[in-house]
């Protein structure tokens, strides 16, 4: 079965630094999209960045581009998200999701738990 797990989120002050991660299983993320969103209280959820192994394509929300980079560990099947200069917009629940097929333009049906993140001082 497909699943995925989230796991890294916590308290960081503005300006730090975290790295979230997802763990897949029930199949490759060589070989499909994968992306991370997130979702504050009041907000609409917002997709942040999406890669494929099948294309190598890699995409960022405007909000977080410069800041956020994702990679994947192939051998691990995980997916990361590190994020740098943290605002404290960019507190939410993030959470890893893909469309099990290879493309990020595709919408994502199969979703993590989530992670928290809070930015503040």
């Known amino acids: 079965q497909v699943r995925l797990a989230e796991s890294g989120g916590g308290l960081v002050q503005p300006g730090g630094s975290l790295r979230l991660s997802c763990a897949a299983s029930g199949f490759r993320l060589d070989y499909y999209a994968i992306g991370w969103f997130r979702q504050a209280p009041g907000k609409e959820r917002e997709r942040v960045s999406c890669?494929?192994?099948?294309?190598?394509?890699?995409e960022y929300a405007d909000s977080v581009k410069g800041r956020f980079t994702i990679s994947v560990d192939n051998a691990k099947n995980t997916v990361y998200l590190q994020m740098s200069s943290l605002k404290p917009e960019d507190t939410a629940v993030y959470y890893c999701a893909t469309p099990l097929t290879h493309f990020c333009h595709h919408e994502a049906d199969y979703w993590g738990q989530g992670t928290q993140v809070t930015v503040s001082s």
């Open positions: 890669t494929s192994g099948y294309n190598g394509h890699i």
